[in-house]
Structures are given as C-alpha cells and as structure tokens.
C-alpha cells in the first residue's frame, strides 16, 4: 500500500523532540516555549458560567456562518479602531490552520506556490504541502531602529510564473513586527500588479506592545488587491479549544463577490464549525478586554524578568514571543540542545523559524512567571559561561 505524498515520509520524532517529551513526562522540564494560554496560568477563564452546549436550540447550516456570530466578529474590527465591515465579507472555520487551506484550494493548483516570509512559524509547510503547493520564502530584515522590514527586492525576485499568493502574519511570529503603512501600500501594488491575492494572518493583532501603541493596523480595509484576512478565537480569546477562525474577503468588488460564492462552496462542502460554538461567539467575544488585560500583563511582567536578568531580547511591536540574540560562536542549536541536556531548559532555536542565522533563540512571552524567571536565570547563566 502507498501513502499520500501530501505527508511527510519520516514522523519520526528526532532525538532532540525524544528527550523533550521525557522530561515532560517526569515533570522534570521548564518550558519556555509554552504558547498554550489554557496551560499558561491565567486566573481569567473566557468560558466561565458560559453553557456552550446550551445556546440554542436547532441546527441550520450556513456556508458562512451564523449571522450573529459574523455580525459580532464585525463589531469586534470597529470596537478596535480597524473600522466597519460587512459581516456578509466574513466566512467562518474551524482555526486559522482550516482558512489557509480553504483558500490554498480557493486560489491554487497542484504544483503553484505562495510566498510566506520567512523568519515566520513552521506551519506553512504542512499547509501548503497538504494542497500539493510549493512554499517560496521571502525575507525580513533587521530595521537599525530595532523593527523588521520586507525586503521587496527579494521579494518581487522570487514571484514566479506559478506564484498564486503572498502571505503575510500581522504582526509576525516570532518577530513580533507589524505590517507598516507604506509595505502595506508596497504590497498592494505588487500583488495588483502580478495578479497575486494577499494573505494575512492576524492572529497576534491585539498584542501589541505599550512602545508601539501606533504600530497595530489591520489589512481588513484594504481596497486595492484581493486580500483574505484570517484570525480567530485561539489567540484573540486564549481560547484554541473553542475552535472558531474566519476570514474576511476584501478587494474590487467584481473579485470579492466571486471569491465568496468559491469560499461558500468549498465551506459548505465540510461544514465544519460547530453551531453551539458560533451562537455563543458573541457572548464569548464581550469577554476579550479582561482576557487580553491578563494575557498582555504577563508579556510585560516577563519582559521586565529578562531585563532583569541581563539577558538581551529583540525589539518586539507586538505578539507573544521574546526573541533572545546569542553571541554567534555559541550557535542555536548547541545552545537548545545544551539548556535541554543539561539544564532541562526548553527553549527554540532560531533555524525553527527560519533565522538565516544561527544565532537566535526564541522564548514565549506567556510562559508562568515563576517559571520564566528560574529558566531564564538558567539561560543567563548559560550565557555567561559561554
């Protein structure tokens, strides 16, 4: 019997992945990579006296999603300065992982390619893979002032006859940089230009950082190009078990209108979200001031504990990830493999996100502080051995 070449050929777990999920297993590991919020520590619980199983009664599918729930999702864009949207604009799913595969169908063919920046988190891989399309990367550099920026020479060097789509995560992970004015215009151009739709996963939108209060601007008003936003529940609301996403369809009216009957088409095929979920979506989203307030003090608190400690971290506008420089005759994946052996310290290395170079680790921002605090007096001590 032959398998789908779709998926990996080897699963096997490496050496490194082993001896991480023993520690884990005896409660021997500080982990530093934590981004789970329900395993995170967080006294406030979105879900409290909320019965989702008991929010209404029926069951009457829609391709799009419950009314409300649309409408709610709206209301959320306008509460938080990004303006007013058409709640008919919105298409629900199950997770932002559901919404890129919805559109790689949308907008590819077995053998086309998107471009996905890189540094950036491991996933698109797996997605793209799974639709038979191929990954191109493009690259963020360094800013002097501390930010990042897309490097459109290299970019617009890697469209390819067969590039379909350009994604961008707003603001990026583990970066943290959001997506400035003038690329977000640079950007349009490129994709009006190459007849190229624009992804962007705003998952992290809301966590920006206090320094950067200006930098946060969401592409869900974007005119020009055909532009597919995605966020959802996981991150917005800590909440990856409640299992709600969406994506938002903008651009010239001709092509948004026919990319929603494409996207209505292929949601209906699978139906995914659970009804009880979208009736109480609207409840659950009137929770996300107290949510965010808990979440974005403990960023702040951990970010205090590196300064702390003497251990230096990338200027970050956004998200939840701290990401930590390392001398470069250390190397990444010395460093994680010595912290894990030697310390029981989990941390990434920078090669996971796709760091150019090997001198990077990153740590998330979310983790328990008394727990934060020992790995990264670990880390620092690390450090000073060399």
């Not at 789970?36 to 009457?60: E, K, M, R, S, V």
């Not at 559901?98 to 998107?114: H, V």
Request: aromatic fraction near 8%.
């Amino acid at each position: 019997m032959r398998f789908s070449s779709r998926l990996p050929r080897n699963l096997q777990p490496s050496d490194f992945s082993r001896l991480q999920s023993d520690l884990a297993a005896s409660g021997d590991l500080c982990d530093l990579t934590q981004s789970n919020p329900t395993l995170a520590g967080f006294a406030i619980d979105p879900l409290a006296g909320l019965d989702l199983l008991a929010a209404g009664q029926g069951y009457h599918p829609s391709p799009r999603g419950d009314l409300a729930a649309r409408q709610a999702i709206a209301d959320y864009y306008r509460n938080n300065g990004h303006g007013e949207i058409d709640p008919e604009d919105l298409l629900l799913t199950a997770s932002t992982s559901e919404a890129y595969a919805f559109l790689l169908k949308l907008l590819t063919e077995p053998g086309d390619e998107i471009l996905v920046p890189a540094p950036s988190y491991p996933l698109f891989d797996f997605l793209a893979a799974m639709e038979k399309v191929h990954v191109e990367r493009y690259p963020l550099r360094p800013d002097p002032g501390g930010g990042w920026s897309i490097d459109f020479a290299l970019l617009e060097e890697r469209i390819s006859p067969v590039t379909r789509a350009i994604v961008v995560v707003n603001p990026n992970n583990p970066t943290g940089s959001y997506l400035g004015e003038r690329e977000a215009a640079t950007l349009a151009g490129i994709c009006t230009e190459q007849r190229l739709a624009l992804l962007v996963d705003e998952v992290f939108l809301d966590y920006r950082n206090p320094r950067h209060a200006d930098a946060a601007r969401s592409a869900v008003g974007e005119r020009a190009t055909p532009t597919f936003v995605m966020s959802g529940f996981s991150k917005i609301l800590a909440l990856p078990q409640v299992k709600l996403g969406w994506i938002h369809s903008a651009g010239p009216a001709p092509f948004k209108e026919e990319a929603r009957q494409r996207l209505d088409f292929i949601a209906d095929t699978y139906l995914s979200v659970n009804a009880m979920v979208q009736r109480a979506a609207p409840a659950l989203l009137a929770r996300q001031r107290p949510v965010q307030e808990e979440i974005l003090t403990r960023i702040v608190a951990n970010e205090a504990t590196l300064a702390a400690l003497g251990v230096t971290a990338m200027d970050r506008q956004g998200g939840w990830y701290a990401v930590l420089p390392l001398p470069p005759e250390l190397g990444d994946e010395r460093c994680c493999q010595q912290l894990l052996a030697e310390q029981r310290v989990l941390v990434h290395p920078g090669y996971f996100y796709d760091f150019p170079e090997s001198d990077r680790l990153v740590v998330s921002l979310i983790t328990p502080p008394e727990q934060f605090a020992h790995g990264i007096a670990c880390l620092a001590d690390f450090l000073r051995q060399g």
